[in-house]
């Protein structure tokens, strides 16, 4: 009987280390797996001290790119660290592009496209500092987490003269011109425009303007797993500048922009 026991005692200690060791021996594949089962299933009780996000934005007067890092100040308070770079454009602003010839299979092709009576392009690079506070948790996985948000800092314009490449009468050839008001005449004729600039055409004589910018908004998470951030945030902005920005030649230069924008994001929490 003693011997029974004893048998069975050792098998139950053998299946007990057998057990130990073999869930010691996990992947870290098989680790993460279950570590994002659990946030799954208590989405409620996790909480991360930092954020980073990717986003892009359209503006009613332009579009952006930006990054976030995000940090927890409070129990429903996120700081943010702003980075955007974007464009503003002019409402008036019409592209086009014109015919310039015949390729062997007899099909037209054209040169870059234009913005007929553009005079400058207007970029802006934008480091801000800002909160965004947690109004509506997501109560579930399936749910959509709701913030407000208000941020601001410092803007700098990077205006970038708009070039042409025109037809000169005079020469009977071609070149690359930006607006001035001693070739006004030749820059407005429609007659006398080949094509528009390439992206990297005026880079060497932007100059720059530094302003402020404010910006307030909504966003709306609805990430199935609380460690990743998918997200859609619509609001207002603006901006002033220290000097008025020239867009287009027959359009009057301004300090102050604004407008609403919807931007898509996405990025992890830690």
């Known amino acids: 009987m003693k011997k029974i026991i004893f048998i069975g005692a050792a ?3 053998s299946v007990t280390v057998f057990a130990q060791e073999n869930s010691s021996h996990l992947t870290s594949r098989e680790l993460k797996k279950i570590k994002r089962t659990e946030l799954l299933r208590n989405p409620q009780n996790n909480q991360y001290d930092h954020e980073f996000d990717v986003g892009g934005r359209l503006n009613t007067n332009g579009w952006s790119a930006y990054l976030d890092y995000e940090k927890l100040t409070g129990d429903v308070t996120h700081t943010i660290f702003q980075f955007e ?3 503003i454009k002019d409402p ?3 592209k086009q592009a ?3 010839g015949v ?3 007899g099909y ?3 040169g870059h496209s234009f913005v007929y009576g553009k005079q400058n392009v207007f970029y802006q690079a934008k480091l801000g500092i800002g909160q965004r506070r947690i109004v509506g948790g997501k109560g579930n996985k399936n749910g959509v987490e709701v913030s407000a948000i208000y941020l601001g800092g410092i803007s700098i314009g990077l205006v970038k003269p708009y070039y042409l490449e025109l037809y000169d009468t005079t020469s009977q050839g071609a070149s690359y011109q ?3 008001t001693e070739n006004a005449n030749t820059f407005l004729n429609p007659n006398n425009i080949l094509a528009g600039p390439g992206f ?3 880079w060497s004589e932007v100059k720059f303007v530094p302003g402020l910018y404010a910006r307030a908004g909504m966003r709306f998470d609805w990430a199935e797993f609380d460690q990743f951030v998918s997200a859609v945030e619509v609001g207002v902005d603006g901006e002033i500048y220290t000097q008025k920005i020239n867009i287009m030649v027959n359009n009057p230069g301004k300090r102050f922009y604004y407008g609403a924008y919807v931007s898509l994001l996405f990025g992890k929490r830690w």
């Open 98 to 100: 014109r015919q310039q």
């Open 85 to 87: 770079f974007g464009e």
């Open 200 to 202: 990297g055409k005026g």
């Open 103 to 105: 390729d062997i299979f």
């Open 11 to 13: 098998l139950l200690l």
């Open 108 to 110: 037209p092709y054209s």
């Open 178 to 180: 930006k607006y001035t």
């Open 92 to 94: 008036k602003e019409n």
